[in-house]
């Protein structure tokens, strides 16, 4: 585990033995959420980064769902 600082903007920078491991880029879209008293920072998924890891997964079918919830999303 490493320790970081906050700044006063709210500001934490990931290191970088975390953004090399990870493979994270400059820009690239990250997902924050508290969990019961904990932060966890998660990067975005690509979802063919996931081929290969479950069998039954079709990737034109996870895309459709994917695009049709999006769609009631905007509609709510």
């Given at each position: 585990?490493?320790?970081?600082?906050?700044?006063?903007?709210?500001?934490?920078?990931?290191?970088?033995?975390?953004?090399r491991k990870l493979n994270l880029q400059y820009g690239e879209t990250l997902f924050i959420?508290?969990?019961?008293?904990?932060?966890?920072?998660?990067?975005?998924?690509?979802?063919?980064?996931?081929?290969?890891?479950?069998?039954?997964?079709?990737?034109?079918?996870?895309?459709?769902?994917?695009?049709?919830?999006?769609?009631?999303?905007?509609?709510?």
């Open positions: 585990m490493q320790q970081i600082r906050m700044s006063r903007k709210g500001l934490v920078v990931i290191p970088v033995n975390i953004r959420e508290e969990d019961k008293g904990t932060i966890k920072i998660r990067p975005k998924v690509k979802l063919r980064s996931l081929c290969g890891t479950w069998p039954e997964l079709d990737i034109k079918t996870i895309t459709k769902e994917i695009l049709e919830d999006r769609e009631r999303e905007e509609d709510e």
